[in-house]
Nanobody
């Protein structure tokens, strides 16, 4: 089992920044690729970023150039730096862990999920 706990969400004005963090406990964190997903109001949950065990990364087109995913295996942490936030980024953000190599963008491939953290971007 892997337990994931997100933090760092909140209310921010458009153009602002937030940094989300996700701390893992349980099984060896470095064995997993990690993803950040979000579910906006009335929308399906989508993968916005993912990072492999070797730190290759994926970004959804909607966040490319604005969001940065990183991991620190020594601290069992994956982070999502979000800059130039837009109202359409408003969502509950989830971190998740998968054994897929190098990573996956499919929700069904992720075994472990955090509880989510709310990000609200005001216009």
């Amino acid at each position: 089992q892997v337990q994931l706990v997100e933090s760092g969400g909140g209310l921010v004005q458009a153009g602002g920044s937030l940094r989300l963090s996700c701390v893992a406990s349980g099984r060896t964190f470095s064995n997993y690729a990690m993803g950040w997903f979000r579910r906006g109001p009335g929308k399906e949950r989508e993968c916005v970023a993912a990072i492999s065990r070797s730190e290759s990364t994926y970004y959804a087109d909607s966040v490319k150039g604005r969001f940065t995913i990183s991991r620190d295996d020594a601290k069992n942490t994956v982070s999502l730096q979000m800059n130039s936030l837009k109202p359409e980024d408003t969502a509950v953000y989830y971190c998740a862990a998968t054994a897929m190599i190098p990573y996956s963008t499919l929700e069904s491939h992720y075994y472990y999920w955090g509880q989510g953290t709310q990000v609200t971007v005001s216009s």
